[in-house]
């Protein structure tokens, strides 16, 4: 039996290593600063510290890679995470979104916020900070509403 543990342990850690084998992009890719959201909406440094806490390792070029991302299978997991992040709203190409995407990605931004859907719940568990208060919740969806009006003004 012992023999038979021992065996299974040993297979088990070839079959993780095996895994390690396949690593999936973590890139940051260069972005041009003048596309940073920054650039193109008035963004409050209180509301600028809770994109930077709990959106920006998801919905930036700025991703921080913590340990475990290199570890798969979780690597999969949040290399997928961010992936779809930076497709569905990246601060990093702001600029680069026409004056309708833009406005309906601060209307998302809030309603995700709101409803509790962003930060994910499987982030906020590791990284406690990024959870949102609910001033955090009222600051950006503040924020969001008077940007969008600008938006809808300048138009």
């Known amino acids: ?14 079959a993780f290593c095996a895994l390690q084998v396949r690593q999936p992009d973590r890139s940051n890719p260069s972005s041009n600063p003048d596309d940073a959201i920054g650039r193109h909406l008035a963004v409050p440094a209180d509301v600028q510290a809770v994109l930077d806490r709990a959106c920006r390792d998801c919905h930036s070029h700025d991703t921080r890679w913590p340990l475990y991302s290199y570890v798969a299978p979780i690597s999969w997991e949040v290399a997928r995470h961010v992936a779809d992040g930076r497709q569905q709203l990246n601060f990093s190409v702001w600029g680069q979104y026409d004056s309708d995407t833009a406005q309906d990605l601060l209307v998302a931004m809030c309603r995700q916020i709101r409803g509790g859907e962003m930060p994910l719940p499987s982030y906020t568990r590791l990284h406690g900070a990024a959870r949102l208060t609910a001033d955090d919740v009222t600051k950006v969806c503040t924020w969001t509403r008077a940007e969008r009006q600008r938006l809808r003004e300048a138009e």
């Open 1 to 14: 039996m012992k023999r038979l543990l021992k065996l299974l342990g040993l297979l088990l850690l070839a």
